[in-house]
T-cell receptor, first 112, second 114 residues
Framework: DQQVKQNSPSLSVQEGRISILNCDYTNSMFDYFLWYKKYPAEGPTFLISISSIKDKNEDGRFTVFLNKSAKHLSLHIVPSQPGDSAVYFCAAWSSGTYKYIFGTGTRLKVLA | NAGVTQTPKFQVLKTGQSMTLQCAQDMNHNSMYWYRQDPGMGLRLIYYSASEGTTDKGEVPNGYNVSRLNKREFSLRLESAAPSQTSVYFC?????????????FGPGTRLTVL
């Protein structure tokens, strides 16, 4: 039972346009969320986080939006650059188990 | 400052063979983790060590054992490898096991079990 889902396995976007990556979760106890970015042959690296007390967090070109009522978060990248091509994982913090649950990942390809 | 290092980078085993994946971190972190990544499954937690001297099972511990050798090192052992354990294995570490404690990942070990 996948508690954190990224329903789009892949996404292609033109350079300079907006990339929107989506993540849905089922557990209302999740109260902190992260996005990680992973390049081939490397480990994931932390990108941005958001607490459930907020609905938006911004860091440069990256913005994460949280809709608690819909149990949905999204990562916006504006403008997209070829170097953003990677796999993106969302992760949700479970206050019950004190661990992160990761989504299945979305492969983003930014076309030059 | 190397961060999190893992050895080996690649390994091919035959069914029934054993091996140990090594992980070390130089960030003086208290908590360490082992994950596996499979297509369509994301990252799943195998075992974790909240602090030196403690280890606990994660989501998918069957077929694995771990040792927190000291604060720096956390190894993962496959006693009798099975094809279902073909995966990419990532070690990670964090300052503590809180929600805002960023996990830093190693480069991964790609394991194939024939």
């Amino acid at each position: 039972d996948q508690q954190v889902k990224q329903n789009s396995p892949s996404l292609s976007v033109q350079e300079g346009r907006i990339s929107i990556l989506n993540c849905d979760y089922t557990n209302s106890m999740f109260d902190y969320f992260l996005w990680y970015k992973k390049y081939p042959a490397e480990g994931p690296t932390f990108l941005i986080s958001i607490s459930s007390i907020k609905d938006k967090n911004e860091d440069g070109r990256f913005t994460v939006f949280l809709n608690k009522s819909a149990k949905h978060l999204s990562l916006h990248i504006v403008p997209s650059q070829p170097g953003d091509s990677a796999v993106y994982f969302c992760a949700a913090w479970s206050s019950g188990t004190y661990k992160y649950i990761f989504g299945t990942g979305t492969r983003l390809k930014v076309l030059a | 400052n190397a961060g999190v290092t893992q050895t080996p980078k690649f390994q091919v085993l035959k069914t029934g063979q054993s091996m140990t994946l090594q992980c070390a971190q130089d960030m003086n972190h208290n908590s360490m983790y082992w994950y596996r990544q499979d297509p369509g499954m994301g990252l799943r937690l195998i075992y974790y060590s909240a602090s030196e001297g403690t280890t606990d099972k994660g989501e998918v511990p069957n077929g694995y054992n771990v040792s927190r050798l000291n604060k720096r090192e956390f190894s993962l052992r496959l006693e009798s490898a099975a094809p279902s354990q073909t995966s990419v294995y990532f070690c990670a570490s964090s300052e503590a096991m809180g929600q805002s404690d960023t996990q830093y990942f190693g480069p991964g070990t790609r394991l194939t079990v024939l």
